[in-house]
């Protein structure tokens, strides 16, 4: 029997080049030079968590751990250059061994290594999103379910289900219980296809991105020698962003750290927002049970907001039951209270905020200094409707502005064709998003769809006054007739689309726009996207909003009109030269985390919205959003307005419903906010301005 052992080289203890007790804070000090050991570090937003990882990593060099017993696990490589850079400016010399990079990358690389131990050759392939969906493609062909089974979740969606199995370390049945249960029916098929798509790729030699962990946790429970030779070379492992780890990434991190123990995990439990990804809370919360003795640092001192926008972060914070306590302090001088923003409707809340960013930027704040927060997208709609028509420039952190999402154009395309049955455009793309059907089908089927039709006026037709004549119900007829014409696979979804189509041609004459969008959204298109988008129910809730937004046009065709106006706007803005390029941020929370800016507009606190219907059914749900709105208070420095409408129309066909504030806000003291009061009387309808 032999026994590989590593010999580290060899560094004798320099004198310190570091004064770190001038460097950093007491806090942040204690940290750095901890004792050996089980460490966790509860750092606060803004208190300087970087810097504490850097200069922990610098300390130990100083006190002679030889840089490649060091591994330092990030959760983005732009987080792992930065640290590392700044470790070697600090100690102006190479650092050698050093590892440090995200879970990921020092997965693969371990796997280089190893990869005949675990059954794949040194050379495999690491698989992108569509290259996994391509052959997950290929394993439902020859499951032999794609041509049968329409509505069953197409390859993206099964990527997801997959990649949620294995970071989260369940099953198949559990993850569709949790997170997709409108397949549970199916989940005998599912475990077969992730059997299947697992074969296929140990037979091509090729890996995906979870597997880059899969198969690392894989590879130390399953080879006691090699989990034995990194544990003996990884003596210190430090952690950050720990909050955000999931299932497999702390098995990861528990077996590496199981032999000495000496383990820095660095976070913040109260910026822990990403469960719906697979993160777990727990992990964080837990972590001095799994490694007994762990001494237990808080970071409080805050260098980004002002003390008045942190006592409202301490306040909404509180009320959390499993969290560890902790009471950020300021740096810097008092500013102005946050603002509870009450509003008449979304439209006066929309106006309010491009209103006050306007009067901010000719203060001297720029535009890429302030931002807007909501809790999902479609709570912007009107916001983006308001920018657009003042011609204030503005990003979306998704990079895609509302009307030129894939979602709502799909459903625009189903309200055009029944509008205007000559519509070649809107016609080509419905079709094409049956199975089967491509560019050169859908042409085919258009000119016999079209053959069909009666034809248009001619020039010296007369004008009619009011909205032009109902057509006779053509599309349902039509359809029907072209059902012998297209591909067998997409034969069940054509006869969807065709009921669809023809209801609403029927509708049409009586129902308002909100009744329109929710029968195309249920009768056809609510399939469409829970088989073909992970994220359906967002992009379903984006449609609710878009109803709620049509109940204001009298017909169809004013709301088609002015659908195309706006994105016309918006076409134009894009292309017009703004000073210095300044713009507005939009984004949502999630998206925002780890970002700061000047000024922070929070809007549509209203209860079932912020925090979510869904997720404050849970004691654990809600206590996830009370965690996204302290994210979100903490993302200001400056400035901070809290904006909720006291009616909005809510859902599909949703008349005016009063709405209650957001629990969050109930939460919070009232001397610590500023109320401001809109004047209705200067709302004008015309103008949409304050």
């Given amino acids: 029997m032999s026994r590989d052992y590593v010999l580290p080289r060899f560094q004798a203890p320099a004198a310190p080049q570091i004064d770190y007790a001038r460097e950093l804070n007491p806090q942040q000090f204690a940290a750095v030079t901890a004792v050996p050991g089980p460490a966790l570090v509860i750092a606060g937003a803004g208190a300087g968590k970087t810097r504490t990882l850097v200069y922990r990593v610098a300390f130990l060099i100083e006190q002679g751990i030889p840089p490649e017993c060091i591994l330092l696990l990030t959760f983005t490589n732009k987080a792992a250059r930065e640290m590392m850079q700044r470790v070697r400016n600090l100690l102006e010399n190479d650092l050698g061994g050093l590892w440090g990079g995200t879970f990921h990358s020092i997965g693969h690389r371990i796997l280089r290594r190893h990869a005949e131990a675990i059954g794949y050759p040194p050379n495999f392939t690491i698989l992108d999103r569509d290259d996994a969906a391509d052959l997950i493609r290929a394993c439902l062909a020859d499951a032999k379910v794609a041509p049968q089974e329409p509505l069953f979740p197409k390859a993206d969606v099964l990527a997801e289900i997959f990649s949620l199995a294995t970071n989260m370390q369940i099953g198949i049945p559990e993850t569709l219980e949790r997170h997709f249960s409108s397949f549970e029916p199916l989940a005998e098929v599912i475990v077969d296809l992730q059997r299947r798509y697992s074969e296929r790729k140990r037979q091509a030699g090729v890996v995906d991105f979870d597997d880059l962990l899969a198969l690392w946790l894989a590879l130390l429970r399953d080879h006691p020698d090699v989990l034995e030779r990194m544990q003996r070379r990884f003596q210190f492992l430090l952690v950050d962003e720990y909050q955000d780890t999931n299932r497999i990434q702390s098995d990861l991190v528990d077996l590496l750290a199981a032999r000495h123990d000496n383990i820095m ?135 895609i502005r509302f009307f030129e999402q894939a979602h709502v154009k799909d459903l625009t395309a189903i309200l ?54 109902l057509s006779p119900p053509l599309i349902a007829r039509s359809f029907e007739a072209l059902a012998s014409s297209v591909p067998k696979k997409a034969s069940s979804a054509w006869t969807q689309l065709s009921a669809t189509l023809g209801q609403l041609e029927q509708e ?183």
């Fill in 265 to 399: 995990a660095v976070g913040d439990d109260s910026q822990s927002i990403y469960s719906w990804r697979g993160a777990n809370f727990q992990n964080i919360l837990r972590f001095p049970d799994r490694h007994p003795n762990t001494t237990v640092y808080r970071i409080e001192t805050n260098y980004r907001s002002t003390p008045d926008i942190l006592r409202l972060a301490n306040a909404a914070i509180a009320p959390n039951i499993h969290q560890f306590p902790k009471e950020l302090t300021a740096v810097r001088p008092p500013g102005a209270k946050p603002a509870l923003v009450v509003c008449r409707d979304g439209r006066v809340q929309a106006a309010f905020v491009a209103t006050r960013a306007a009067e901010l930027r000719e203060q001297g704040t720029s535009l890429d200094a302030m931002a807007v927060l909501y809790r999902s997208h479609f709570h912007a709609l009107e916001l983006q409707l308001e920018l657009t028509r003042r011609q204030i420039p503005f990003s979306i952190t998704s990079g």
């Fill in 416 to 469: 055009k064709l029944v509008s205007n049955h000559r519509d070649e455009v809107a016609f080509k793309r419905l079709v094409r998003l049956l199975p089967g059907i491509g560019a050169v089908v859908s042409g085919r089927l258009w000119a016999q769809f079209a053959r069909q039709l009666p034809p248009p006026p001619s020039a010296s037709s007369s004008v009619p006054d009011g909205p032009p004549p």
């Fill in 508 to 690: 049409r004459a009586r129902g308002k726009v909100s009744d329109l969008i929710a029968l195309a959204l249920d009768g056809f298109y609510r399939t469409h996207l829970e088989t073909t988008y992970d994220n359906a129910r967002a992009r379903i809730d984006d449609l609710d909003q878009l109803a709620s937004y049509g109940r204001q046009f009298a017909s169809l065709h004013e709301f088609l009109a002015q659908l195309a106006l706006l994105s016309n706007v918006e076409a134009e803005g894009e292309t017009r030269p703004q000073q210095d390029d300044e713009r507005i941020r939009l984004t949502t929370v999630h998206q925002a985390k780890g970002l700061e800016f000047d000024v922070v507009f929070l809007i549509m606190l209203c209860d079932g919205l912020f925090p979510s219907a869904r997720s404050a059914k849970s004691v654990e749900g809600e206590e996830e959003e009370r965690r996204l709105f302290y994210v979100a208070i903490t993302r200001a420095r400056n400035e901070l307005y809290l904006c909720y409408p006291a009616t909005r129309s809510f859902g599909v066909g949703g008349a005016e419903t009063p709405q209650q504030p957001s629990r969050f806000l109930e939460d919070l003291p009232a001397e610590l906010m500023e109320t401001w009061n809109l004047h209705p009387a200067a709302w004008s309808e015309e103008t949409r301005t304050l």
